[in-house]
């Protein structure tokens, strides 16, 4: 079975974030320890499921390794909205877990790499899983749920 594609939301003309979800591109990501890690940049997108696989995330200066590894892809299931904020928390990443994190380079997203990605995470996934999408670390309506827009 063929892996899903997936795309950026800003290269797919005729998608929107669903009216009911707020979108949540240029937020602060926030750790578990409340501290800033960066923001949201950019929505990664299974285009034929119609659904928000990921965060790209920009790291904050203050973590990044080199010019090219400042940003970070977050799935969607780790993550929730603030309920009142603009901010997007990720409990299981801090100000220093954040820095063994995989970094992303705006390549082609490979099992592999989000296999390491889950791995800094402290999930164990079932990457032999033909619906890998389907766990509940990529569940969309676990991360909007605080926060539907009126």
């Given at each position: 079975m ?12 005729d998608f929107?974030v669903?009216?009911d979800?707020p ?6 990501v ?20 119609m ?14 390794i ?12 780790v993550?929730?909205?603030d ?28 099992r592999?790499?989000e ?7 402290g999930?164990?996934a ?23 827009a009126?």
């Amino acid at each position: 079975m063929e892996a899903p594609v997936l795309r950026r939301l800003r290269d797919l003309t005729d998608f929107e974030v669903a009216d009911d979800n707020p979108d949540v591109r240029g937020w602060t990501v926030r750790g578990g320890d409340g501290q800033a890690l960066g923001t949201v940049y950019e929505l990664i997108v299974e285009p034929e499921a119609m659904k928000v696989r990921y965060l790209d995330v920009e790291l904050d200066g203050r973590f990044h390794i080199n010019e090219h590894e400042n940003h970070i892809l977050l799935p969607i299931g780790v993550a929730a909205l603030d309920a009142d904020d603009d901010n997007v928390f990720v409990p299981a990443l801090n100000a220093e877990s954040v820095l063994n994190y995989p970094p992303y380079v705006e390549i082609q997203i490979t099992r592999e790499y989000e296999e390491a990605m889950l791995r800094a995470l402290g999930q164990d996934a079932a990457t032999g899983n033909p619906r890998f999408y389907e766990q509940e670390f990529f569940d969309a309506d676990s991360f909007y749920s605080r926060r539907r827009a009126s």
